[in-house]
C-alpha cells in the first residue's frame, strides 16, 4: 500500500466513476482501476460495487476513507513541513454569496493546492482581480468566461403539500409562505412573475434560507445548486423558465496577471478556450 493508491481510492470514493476519479488524478483509468483491485486484494475486502454507472462505495470504504483522508492529510503536511517561504503571487477573487458550493469547492481546488499562490477571497461588489458571478452583474469593460448555468426550482419541507407536485406553477405559490433571500438577483424577476406573496422570513444567506425551509417554516426559490445540496428539503421545478449563467469576469483593460492566467487555464478546457478567444479579440481591438 501506498500514498499514491490511496489518493486514487480517495478521488473514486468522492467521484463515484473511475473516468472522474482518472481525470482528477491525472492518470488512465486502467491504472487507477488496478490500483483499487490491489488495495482490495492488500486490504482483504471489497471497497466498491462496480455497475454500469459508476462504483459504489462499501461500508468497508467509508470505514476505510476517513483514515486515508487523515494519512494523506498528514503526508501533504509533512511535505509542506520544510518548504522554505516563497514569494506568493496575489490573487483575489470576488465571489457571489449564492453560488453552487460543490461547484465553487471544484474551481478553487486547484487555487488552494497551489503553495505559490495567495489567495484572496472577497464579496462580489468588491475590488478583486476577478469574480465568479451570474453574467447579469457584469459590468462594463469585463470579460465573462461562462463556467455553468443552472435553473431556479422551489425547495420545500418534505411534508408540504406541494411536494405532490412534479412542476409548479406560479398560481401553487399564492398563499404559500414564502423565505425571501437577500441576495437573490433575480427577485424582483420573481416578484412581478408570481401572484401576490407571503414573505414569512428573510434570509442572509443560503445556508439560513434552506435550514428555514427545512424546519417547515417556508418555501423557498433558488438555484438548482443550492437545492440539491441540502437532502433536508423536497426539490422540484418551475413553471417559470429562467436560469443564470454563472462565470469569471475580469477587467479587459488590461491583461490578467501571471496568477489569474494560471487561475484561467485551470478551468474546464471549453471555459478556458473561450478566454483565449476573448484575449485574442481584445488584442485586436
Same mark, same amino acid.
Given at each position: ?13 468522492? =467521484?463515484?466513476?473511475? @473516468? ?9 483509468? %486502467?491504472?487507477? *482501476? &488496478? !490500483?483499487?483491485? #490491489?488495495?482490495?486484494? =492488500?486490504?482483504?475486502? @471489497? ?9 459504489? %462505495?462499501?461500508? *468497508? &470504504? !467509508?470505514?476505510? #476513507? ?220
Amino acid at each position: 500500500m501506498d500514498i499514491r493508491e490511496l489518493r486514487y481510492f480517495a478521488a473514486v470514493y468522492r =467521484e463515484r466513476n473511475l @473516468t472522474a476519479a482518472a481525470k482528477r488524478c491525472f492518470i488512465s483509468q %486502467p491504472s487507477i *482501476s &488496478a !490500483a483499487i483491485t #490491489h488495495l482490495e486484494a =492488500e486490504l482483504g475486502t @471489497t471497497l466498491f460495487i462496480r455497475h454500469k454507472k459508476g462504483m459504489a %462505495p462499501t461500508e *468497508s &470504504a !467509508a470505514q476505510f #476513507h476517513g483514515v486515508a483522508r487523515r494519512i494523506i492529510d498528514e503526508a501533504d503536511a509533512a511535505r509542506n513541513l520544510f518548504r522554505k517561504p516563497v514569494t506568493r503571487q496575489p490573487l483575489t477573487l470576488g465571489l457571489l454569496r449564492t453560488l453552487d458550493q460543490a461547484r465553487t469547492i471544484a474551481l478553487l481546488k486547484p487555487l488552494t493546492a497551489n503553495a505559490d499562490l495567495a489567495l484572496r477571497l472577497v464579496a462580489a461588489n468588491e475590488k478583486a482581480d476577478a469574480r465568479i458571478v451570474a453574467k447579469t452583474m457584469i459590468n462594463a469593460g469585463e470579460h465573462f468566461i461562462p463556467l455553468w448555468s443552472e435553473r431556479y426550482v422551489a425547495a420545500l419541507p418534505p411534508s408540504h403539500p406541494l411536494t405532490l407536485k412534479e412542476t409548479l406553477r406560479t398560481t401553487d405559490f399564492a398563499g404559500v409562505p414564502m423565505i425571501d433571500r437577500c441576495h437573490c438577483e433575480q427577485q424582483e424577476f420573481f416578484k412581478r412573475t408570481a401572484p401576490p406573496r407571503r414573505p414569512v422570513a428573510i434570509a442572509e444567506s443560503e445556508e439560513w434560507a434552506m435550514a428555514l425551509v427545512a424546519a417547515g417554516v417556508g418555501v423557498a426559490i433558488v438555484p438548482e445548486g443550492v437545492a440539491r445540496g441540502n437532502p433536508d428539503v423536497a426539490v422540484r421545478a418551475i413553471e417559470i423558465d429562467v436560469t443564470r449563467q454563472v462565470g469569471l469576469a475580469y477587467p479587459s483593460a488590461h491583461p490578467p496577471s501571471d496568477a489569474l492566467k494560471e487561475f484561467i487555464t485551470s478551468l474546464p478546457r471549453q471555459a478556458s478556450s473561450r478566454a483565449v478567444k476573448s484575449e485574442r479579440k481584445a488584442k485586436r481591438a
